[in-house]
């Protein structure tokens, strides 16, 4: 594992563990009704998994489906995908432009706006080439989708136009399901969902696929799997939200040992020196933080520009030795410095766990970033594609 790094030259890397996935999606197909399937939402870097080594690993697991966002991430299947039939869906932005290679590549693209549709239209004739696309409906999430008003026209369009479009599915996206708050607009979104799927039953003999839940729905509302579930955060080992395991936690008479999700990411870095400190010095810049007692510190090569934040400045902590060793000072740019006074042993070399597992301690991404489970989202995306990635067993 060390010689891996070296070679990469970085000073950190991330693990990706091959049976926390598998466990992830074994579960996850367990709650999926018959023939429902899991494309897997890979948007962000694959959450910051890096999609270089995560789509490959998802498609051991049995995965066929990739949702991204742009046409930047589909293009990242299209080279990281080693099954040629893993199909890939954009779920967002898309120019005019590249629609020509979208369809000339088979990609399958979200419709939510009557100009994407005569594009489409256009450049399938053009190609000789169906565009696969998803119809997505505006239920009330109020961000894309086709008004009730259009729903009509759209549907007979596309039905009208039988060379150049294939209807893949019928989509939408609920606003929030991983909050109680949510419920009822959620239960909104769902009535006007299925009236758009009774009007698009009164034009189409069959829809191949219906889609709305993403990971909060798909764990809570079991009614809303409809044919195809769209599975970001849970697949890579978190809850989408506390209440949302809180949900899961009651149907298991709160057993805390009972958490079937695990974490597929472990950031590690390495002690890079450590050094004595006297009592009084100030360690680092500015006064930040004064040595209380005589003390050890070990650096990390490890900083703001690698996603370790300052707001962790005197407050985060890492692992070595399977013991939590306390930020002590400022975040620098590239490096920290830690407390390992009371941590025997330390040398240059440690291994140093910024996220994940190490002796019988965890640091979860939302203590990492001291925020709400909600943020796993925002702080896992923002770790650099250029840490590598190394799958592990
Ligand atoms: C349209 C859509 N579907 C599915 C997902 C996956 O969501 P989650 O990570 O909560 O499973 C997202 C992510 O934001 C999304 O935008």
């Given at each position: 594992?060390k010689?891996?790094?070296?070679?990469?030259l970085?000073?950190?890397?991330?693990e990706?563990?091959?049976?926390?996935?598998?466990?992830?999606?074994?579960?996850?197909?367990d709650?999926?009704?018959?023939?429902?399937?899991?494309?897997?939402?890979i948007?962000?870097?694959?959450?910051?998994?890096?999609?270089?080594?995560?789509?490959?690993?998802?498609?051991?697991?049995?995965?066929?489906?990739?949702s991204?966002?742009?046409?930047?991430?589909a293009?990242?299947?299209?080279?990281?995908?080693?099954?040629?039939?893993?199909?890939?869906?954009?779920?967002?932005?898309?120019?005019?432009?590249?629609?020509?290679?979208?369809?000339?590549?088979?990609?399958?693209?979200?419709?939510?706006?009557?100009?994407?549709?005569?594009?489409?239209?256009?450049?399938?004739?053009?190609?000789?080439?169906?565009?696969?696309?998803?119809?997505?409906?505006?239920?009330?999430?109020?961000?894309?989708?086709?008004?009730?008003?259009?729903?009509?026209?759209?549907?007979?369009?596309?039905?009208?136009?039988?060379?150049?479009?294939?209807?893949?599915?019928?989509?939408?996206?609920?606003?929030?399901?991983?909050?109680?708050?949510n419920?009822?607009?959620?239960?909104?979104?769902?009535?006007?969902?299925?009236?758009?799927?009774?009007?698009?039953?009164?034009?189409?003999?069959?829809?191949?696929s219906?889609?709305?839940?993403?990971?909060?729905?798909?764990?809570?509302?079991?009614?809303?799997?409809?044919?195809?579930?769209?599975?970001?955060?849970?697949?890579?080992?978190?809850?989408?939200?506390?209440?949302?395991?809180?949900h899961?936690?009651?149907?298991?008479e709160?057993?805390?040992?009972h958490?079937p999700?695990?974490?597929?990411?472990?950031?590690?870095?390495?002690?890079?020196?450590?050094?004595?400190?006297?009592?009084?010095?100030?360690?680092?810049?500015?006064?930040?933080?004064?040595?209380?007692?005589?003390?050890?510190?070990?650096t990390?090569?490890?900083?703001?520009?690698?996603?370790?934040?300052?707001?962790?400045?005197?407050?985060?902590?890492?692992?070595?030795?399977?013991?939590?060793?306390?930020v002590?000072?400022?975040?620098?740019?590239?490096?920290?410095?830690?407390?390992?006074?009371?941590?025997?042993?330390?040398?240059?070399?440690?291994?140093?766990?910024?996220?994940?597992?190490?002796?019988?301690?965890?640091?979860?991404?939302?203590?990492?970033?001291?925020?709400?489970?909600?943020?796993?989202?925002?702080?896992?995306?923002?770790?650099p594609?250029?840490?590598p990635?190394?799958?592990?067993?």
């Open positions: 594992m010689k891996k790094i070296s070679e990469s970085q000073p950190s890397y991330i990706l563990s091959r049976s926390a996935l598998e466990e992830n999606f074994s579960f996850l197909k709650r999926a009704k018959n023939g429902v399937r899991i494309s897997s939402v948007k962000g870097n694959a959450y910051g998994h890096g999609i270089s080594a995560f789509i490959p690993l998802a498609e051991s697991c049995g995965i066929d489906h990739f991204v966002f742009s046409a930047d991430e293009a990242g299947v299209l080279k990281f995908r080693s099954n040629m039939n893993t199909d890939v869906m954009i779920m967002g932005m898309i120019r005019d432009s590249e629609l020509e290679w979208a369809v000339k590549n088979g990609i399958e693209f979200y419709l939510f706006e009557m100009e994407r549709l005569n594009r489409a239209i256009e450049v399938g004739g053009k190609l000789k080439m169906k565009a696969k696309v998803h119809l997505q409906i505006e239920s009330g999430m109020h961000r894309t989708g086709f008004e009730r008003k259009d729903w009509d026209e759209v549907f007979r369009k596309i039905k009208n136009h039988p060379d150049e479009i294939e209807l893949k599915g019928i989509c939408t996206h609920y606003a929030g399901a991983e909050s109680v708050a419920f009822f607009r959620i239960q909104n979104q769902n009535k006007t969902f299925k009236e758009a799927l009774e009007s698009a039953g009164e034009v189409f003999e069959t829809i191949p219906i889609h709305a839940s993403s990971s909060a729905a798909f764990l809570t509302m079991p009614d809303k799997q409809y044919d195809m579930v769209r599975i970001g955060i849970a697949q890579y080992g978190f809850w989408p939200s506390r209440e949302t395991y809180m899961h936690a009651k149907a298991n709160f057993d805390e040992d958490d999700l695990r974490r597929v990411m472990t950031w590690k870095s390495e002690v890079m020196s450590t050094k004595w400190v006297k009592a009084g010095d100030f360690i680092g810049y500015g006064n930040v933080y004064m040595a209380g007692r005589d003390m050890r510190i070990a990390v090569p490890i900083g703001y520009t690698h996603g370790f934040g300052r707001n962790l400045t005197n407050s985060g902590y890492v692992l070595i030795r399977g013991e939590r060793a306390n002590s000072g400022l975040v620098n740019m590239n490096m920290i410095t830690v407390d390992i006074t009371d941590i025997p042993g330390v040398e240059k070399g440690d291994e140093v766990v910024l996220i994940g597992h190490q002796g019988g301690d965890e640091i979860t991404v939302a203590s990492f970033g001291e925020m709400t489970n909600n943020l796993n989202y925002e702080i896992l995306t923002r770790l594609a250029s840490i990635r190394i799958v592990v067993d």
